[in-house]
C-alpha cells in the first residue's frame, strides 16, 4: 500500500493536535476500538464536555468519524482520510492503550448511560 503525502502544514496541525496527551491517547484507543463518550469517562479525569471538544477537534482535523446510533454517538478512527497513514505511522511509536481499554471494559460504563 502507497503511503499519501500530507501536505506540509496540513502535517504540522495534525502533529500539533496530537502534541496533546489526551487526544493521542484517544487517538490510541480508536485505534484499537470504537468509544462512545461515556467511556472516555473511565480513562480521563475530566467532564463529558471537556472530552467531547477534544473528539470535535479530532472529528474537524478529519481524523476521526462519528456514527450516530438514536441519541448515542460512537467515534472511530476515520480510516479513509489521507491522514490515516501519518496516524498509523505516528502510533507505531506510542504505546498500545490496552490498559486504558481494559479499564473501559471492567467498568461498563454503556450499562449506566444506556448507549
Given at each position: 500500500m502507497s503511503k499519501t503525502i500530507v501536505e506540509l502544514d496540513r502535517a504540522a496541525a495534525v502533529l500539533k493536535?496530537?502534541?496533546?496527551?489526551?487526544r493521542l491517547t484517544i487517538i490510541g484507543i480508536l485505534?484499537?476500538?470504537e468509544c462512545c463518550v461515556c467511556e472516555f469517562?473511565?480513562?480521563?479525569?475530566?467532564s463529558q464536555p471537556s472530552i467531547s471538544q477534544h473528539l470535535r477537534k479530532?472529528?474537524?482535523a478529519?481524523?476521526?468519524?462519528e456514527d450516530r446510533r438514536g441519541q448515542w454517538i460512537y467515534?472511530?478512527?476515520?480510516q479513509q482520510s489521507e491522514l490515516y497513514g501519518l496516524i498509523e505511522?505516528?502510533?507505531?511509536?506510542?504505546p498500545e492503550q490496552t490498559d486504558q481499554i481494559n479499564l473501559i471494559d471492567r467498568a461498563n460504563p454503556t450499562l449506566?448511560?444506556?448507549c
Open positions: 493536535l496530537l502534541g496533546d496527551k489526551t485505534k484499537q476500538r469517562l473511565e480513562v480521563f479525569d475530566m479530532l472529528k474537524d478529519g481524523l476521526v468519524k467515534y472511530s478512527l476515520n505511522d505516528i502510533l507505531e511509536h506510542v449506566r448511560c444506556g
